[in-house]
């Protein structure tokens, strides 16, 4: 089967065609290069002898997708091409409907065209919004309470795609909700590595311990949880690249949606400990006032995805932490 993985040189992205190819998969990748680097490409063929096509295209640039349809022949399309910044999808909320929405739109649109009927969208945990409750399941009504532009962004796309799968019976769609990636490759060689100034939690640790950022700003310590502060589900890169896997084989025709996370939560305090003992070094940080829009704690049930693609996580937050400094390592080796 030919995958194309739109965003396929980022971060999810690349770890997902690394697993891909290893189940011997053909992938090939369209990203414009605005949030990952063209190395990415060799470091896969070092982890898996597999250098794949590549397109440096904008989902915006019509004429160009063309052309890669028209050449890809494709089985079927990843979809992780996307602006993901939540602070910045605020002030300039248009950049992100534009990019995200309209990018969309213009796959979709070439899909039909090209006779592609299969597609995997990297949905998130943040179109749930404030179900009052910490556990989430596909079932619960979404898109309601999402405080940021990027979050509607993933609302939109996923009604759309049930919209077009409905008007295209021959469809098959699979919106896959991530919760909160953390981790690297175990070989080092690819990882988180923003372009810009990071606001999630996890590479804004690997900045501190670099000396990058002076400290982790911890946003509040008085939530309604053990220790007080959020607690996140918090999904190791490789186990959710994995999660993909067994999505496309099991695609169907229709939409089909699952919770990709651990099912556990963890605190920004344990966080902070894990990858302190991982690291042996101590992590500055100060506690802030809360963040406006977080929750105190979620997490995924992820019974659907197990059931239903045989699927579930198997790396311990332990790992993340290893993986993540054997990633800055090799980092610091290559500067
Ligand atoms: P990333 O920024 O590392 O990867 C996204 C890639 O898409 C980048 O390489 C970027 O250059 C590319 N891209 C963006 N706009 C494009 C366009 N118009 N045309 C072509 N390429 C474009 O992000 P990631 O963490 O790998 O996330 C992948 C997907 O998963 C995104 O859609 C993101 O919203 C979603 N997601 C991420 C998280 C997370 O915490 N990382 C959580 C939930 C959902
Ligand atoms: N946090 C800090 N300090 C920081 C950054 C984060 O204390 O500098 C805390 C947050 O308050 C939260 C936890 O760490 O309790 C995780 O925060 P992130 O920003 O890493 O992740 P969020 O859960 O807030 O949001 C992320 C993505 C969203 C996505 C969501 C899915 O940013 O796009 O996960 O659950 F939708």
Known sequence: ???????????????????????????EILDNLFNSKITVLDDIE???????KFYKVDLLDVPAMKKVFEEGKYDAVMHFAGLKAVGE???KPLKYYENNVGGTINL?????KYGVDKIVFSSSATVYGDQGTAELTEDMQTGVGITNPYGETKHIIEEMLIDVAEAEPKFEVT????????????SGLIGEDPNDIPNNLMPIIMKVSTGEIKELCVYGDDYDTPDGTGMRDYIHVVDLAKGHV???EKMKPGVSIYNLGTGKATSVFEMVAA??????EKLAYKVVGRRAGDLPKIFANPKKAKEELGWETELTIEDAMNDTINYLKHDAERQ
């Open 275 to 280: 990858f302190e003992k991982a690291s042996g």
């Open 89 to 91: 999808s605020v002030e």
């Open 246 to 248: 067994a999505a496309i």
């Open 175 to 186: 919106i896959l909700r991530y919760f909160n990636p953390v981790g690297a490759h175990e």
């Open 108 to 112: 979709l649109k070439c899909m039909k």
């Open 1 to 27: 089967m030919k995958i194309l993985l739109t965003g396929g040189t980022g971060y999810i992205g690349s770890h997902t065609a690394v697993e891909l190819i290893r189940q011997g998969y053909d992938v």
């Open 46 to 52: 070092k982890i898996t002898g597999v250098k794949p």
